[in-house]
Each structure stands twice: as structure tokens, then as C-alpha cells.
């Protein structure tokens, strides 16, 4: 279709960029705060891409051991960083977490000889992983619908409206719970054309961490300057 522009590289970059200025509303003082509002659109496009190279891995076990490696080499850095600095600091924010249990859960779910405990395992942990219960929420749609792509927009709405709570006002909507927001990544989810593109996957790998370390540095030293 003429409107399925993006493939998962020209995608995971814009996604960069947003992420980028969603960390430095989080990490640098005095940014503007609608740079979290590019950030709403970033995790549900890359758990739809997640769901993605789960398909067209070759081998969906070392998937899952990549991202789980990652993982705890971010779980690593993100402790060495909170002991050196003690500045407030979300030591378990680590998306490669919830990705790796993302990919753990599909596995597990899709085994003839399905172990119930082990999901139930997986699920537990995610509910304590960056982006709780709502990222598996994403990855069972985006899995599950993808072919039916009414299906899973309706599916996506509807979970984006859960965070449609405490009155439609500005302070609400666009500041206190902006969340809702990721319902506009509906919109370059469907212009998705299916190809990858270049791959250049460790790029993203080692680009996710290190930028959160070096924005939370700057800040802290920005911080003390003030």
C-alpha cells in the first residue's frame, strides 16, 4: 500500500530522535516537558518491532539471550552510575528487560509442551519491569493482531484510553498523565511496510544505555552548577 512508507530502520531512527528528547526532559534541568510527549510514541514502536524480529529471527532463543544479555549489562551500568552519583535514579529502567521477557513470553506461549509456571514466572516479572504488564500487553497485540490490523488498532486504542483517567484537562491530559499519547504511534505502526532495512541492530544496543548515562551525568553536574 502506497501509505506503508517506513521500514524497521527508518522507523527504530525516528524513534531515536524522540527517545532522545524524552531523556533530556528527564535528565537535563529546565528542558521543555513536551519533549516526554515525543517519548510516549517510542516503546510501543519498538515492542512492535520487537514482535517483528521475533518472527523473522532465525533463532529466537539467542534473540532472547542477546536481549537478556543486555539487559544485565544496563542493570550493571545503572547501578555503577547511582552508587558514583546517589542522584535519583531509576535503577531498574531498563527496556531490554521487558523486551527479553517480551520474546521469553511469546517462546513459552508458543511451545507445544507449554510450561504454565514458567509463563506465570515471566508474567510476574514483568510486572515489575520497566513499563509493567502494559508491555506485554503490547507484545500479545502486536504478536497476536498483527494481521488483522483493525483488530489490533482497536486492541492498541483501547489500551492507550486506560491512561485516559482524572478529568480532560490540560494539567491532566498533557502533563500529569500524558501517557495516553502513545495512541499516536498507531499512525507509523500501520505505515510500516514489513522490511527491516539496514541493519545495524548493535548500534541501538550500545545507543539506548549510553545516552541515559551521559544525559544523567550532564544533568547531575548541571545540578550542582546551579
Same mark, same amino acid.
Given at each position: 500500500?502506497?501509505?506503508?512508507?517506513?521500514?524497521?530502520?527508518?522507523?527504530?531512527?525516528?524513534?531515536?530522535?524522540?527517545?532522545?528528547?524524552?531523556?533530556?526532559?528527564?535528565?537535563?534541568?529546565?528542558?521543555?516537558?513536551?519533549?516526554?510527549?515525543?517519548?510516549?510514541?517510542?516503546?510501543?514502536?519498538?515492542?512492535?518491532?520487537?514482535?517483528?524480529?521475533?518472527?523473522?529471527?532465525?533463532?529466537?532463543?539467542?534473540?532472547?539471550?542477546?536481549?537478556?544479555?543486555?539487559?544485565?549489562?544496563m542493570?550493571?551500568?545503572?547501578?555503577?552510575?547511582?552508587?558514583?552519583?546517589?542522584?535519583?535514579?531509576?535503577?531498574?529502567?531498563?527496556i531490554?528487560?521487558?523486551?527479553?521477557?517480551?520474546?521469553?513470553?511469546?517462546?513459552?506461549?508458543?511451545?507445544?509442551?507449554?510450561n504454565?509456571?514458567?509463563?506465570?514466572?515471566?508474567?510476574? /516479572?514483568?510486572?515489575?519491569?520497566?513499563?509493567?504488564? !502494559?508491555?506485554? *500487553?503490547?507484545? @500479545? %497485540?502486536?504478536? $497476536?493482531?498483527? #494481521?488483522?490490523?483493525?483488530?489490533?488498532?482497536?486492541?492498541?486504542?483501547?489500551?492507550?484510553?486506560?491512561?485516559?483517567?482524572?478529568?480532560?484537562?490540560?494539567?491532566? /491530559?498533557?502533563?500529569?498523565?500524558?501517557?495516553?499519547? !502513545?495512541?499516536? *504511534?498507531?499512525? @507509523? %505502526?500501520?505505515? $510500516?511496510?514489513g #522490511?527491516?532495512?539496514?541493519?545495524?541492530?548493535?548500534?541501538?544496543?550500545?545507543?539506548?544505555?549510553?545516552?541515559i548515562?551521559?544525559?544523567?551525568?550532564?544533568?547531575?553536574?548541571?545540578d550542582?552548577?546551579?
Amino acid at each position: 500500500m502506497c501509505f506503508q512508507i517506513f521500514n524497521g530502520f527508518t522507523l527504530k531512527m525516528i524513534m531515536v530522535v524522540f527517545m532522545f528528547f524524552d531523556h533530556i526532559a528527564q535528565f537535563i534541568p529546565n528542558s521543555p516537558y513536551w519533549f516526554h510527549w515525543l517519548g510516549r510514541l517510542v516503546a510501543p514502536i519498538f515492542f512492535f518491532l520487537l514482535t517483528e524480529g521475533y518472527v523473522h529471527t532465525r533463532d529466537s532463543i539467542a534473540y532472547m539471550k542477546r536481549l537478556f544479555a543486555w539487559s544485565a549489562i544496563m542493570f550493571f551500568g545503572n547501578a555503577v552510575i547511582w552508587l558514583l552519583f546517589r542522584r535519583e535514579f531509576f535503577i531498574i529502567n531498563n527496556i531490554f528487560f521487558s523486551m527479553a521477557l517480551g520474546i521469553a513470553l511469546l517462546i513459552n506461549l508458543e511451545k507445544d509442551n507449554k510450561n504454565n509456571f514458567i509463563i506465570f514466572i515471566i508474567l510476574f /516479572l514483568s510486572a515489575f519491569a520497566e513499563g509493567s504488564i !502494559m508491555t506485554t *500487553a503490547m507484545v @500479545l %497485540i502486536f504478536h $497476536y493482531l498483527k #494481521k488483522d490490523k483493525i483488530k489490533m488498532s482497536f486492541a492498541y486504542i483501547a489500551i492507550s484510553a486506560i491512561f485516559l483517567q482524572g478529568g480532560f484537562t490540560y494539567e491532566n /491530559l498533557f502533563v500529569q498523565n500524558p501517557q495516553w499519547m !502513545m495512541v499516536f *504511534a498507531l499512525p @507509523l %505502526i500501520l505505515m $510500516y511496510n514489513g #522490511k527491516r532495512g539496514p541493519n545495524i541492530k548493535y548500534f541501538f544496543y550500545i545507543f539506548y544505555p549510553l545516552h541515559i548515562w551521559i544525559l544523567y551525568i550532564i544533568g547531575y553536574f548541571m545540578d550542582k552548577l546551579n
